[in-house]
């Protein structure tokens, strides 16, 4: 489509009223259905002030009732009182809002820990047809909207560039990612109980992620057990270790944080701070993953757990749902014949370079020991 078709009338392709999504608002006369009706979540303080240019362009182009600043409501109100009034309209027989909810889409500007914080709640709602998910590269690494086709660099915030973002969510395929859940367990210290989760200010990317009672029948004696769930990737040692320290400063120090390219910078000083690129040789054997973790795996659906021995060279484990992560980065390399012929005899994982081991649907073919549980979400293909 031509940016010179850009107009209102292209606009009310996406537009949704008021009523449909205000409780007890006063019904509207609405003569035709848009074609891809949208809600609009952003991430106010994502990109520095990218977050709150964008929130203003989305107002000014859709009604202001569709569009949702995360800094003033959470995800889960939002989306539970919408979809609690479509419900009441579909009962009294309103076709305009029924039709509404089977072609609605979502747009989610923000990091990944943003665009994993709206597909748990999507999740949570248990919705007989969930709204697939289009996501707005907004944070510093944007593993998730990479993925998908929709780039690793913050957006344009103007008028033309968000039409044109809007253009591509009407004509994106919808696909399925898979949704992992987390069962982790850490031994009981010696010197009495101990919660390392309480104080700790988690991101959203980990989603509903907590401590499970003592009387859960998941609770094994001698350990904490805890559960969650993550749509990115999991990682344990070093590369989690920078990744919670970059999210603390984030926390503590916003203003720092004014844009991707500062981000990044701060996040590789943050890396090199904590010994990221030092020798193995240089390094305590403490950090080594094998010190502190043992990883045991099924090959087979309905097998025995068997434990894998872990190389003393190897500081973090990497359950990886993305093509890529960290920013990007690709484990596997352009995919050859030879590379596939060598990924399908390993079958469960790969050793990567020399601090990583990688675990991946890749070679998992989805993880679906307890039953395969996908979200929906938006996928740009490129023209």
Known sequence: MAHSNFGEDFLKNFKIPKYVLVPKSESENVPDVPECPV????????????????????????????????????????????????????QNGDEFATKI??????????????????????SDLKLSHSPPIATVPLGTGNNLPFAFGWGKKNPGTDSQSVKSFLNEVKKAKEMKIDSWHLLMRMKTPKDGPLDPIAPLELPHSLHAFG?????????????????????????????????YAFHTERKLHPEKFKNQFSNQSTYAKITRSQGWFSSSLSQSSSRNINQFAKLMIMKNHGGHWEELQIPPSIKSIVCLNLPSFSGGFNPWGMPTRRRHNVSSRHHLLNWIQISFLIISNKFFGGFDFAGRIYSTICRRWPH
Request: net charge negative; hydrophobic share 40%; glycine share 14%.
């Open 211 to 243: 401590r499970v009672s003592d009387t859960n029948e998941l609770s094994v004696e001698g350990y904490h057990t805890f559960r969650g769930g993550f749509w990115n990737y999991f990682s344990m040692g070093m590369d989690a270790q920078v990744s």
């Open 101 to 122: 909810q089977e072609k609605l889409r979502i747009i989610v500007a923000g990091g990944d820990g943003t665009a994993g914080w709206l597909l748990g709640v999507v």
């Open 39 to 90: 809600l609009v979540f952003i991430n106010s303080r994502s990109g520095g002030q990218l977050g709150g240019d964008l929130l203003v362009t989305y107002r000014s182009l859709l009604n202001e009732t569709q569009v949702f600043d995360l800094g003033e409501e959470t995800p889960d109100k939002v989306l539970s009182r919408i979809y609690a009034n479509l419900e009441k309209l579909k």
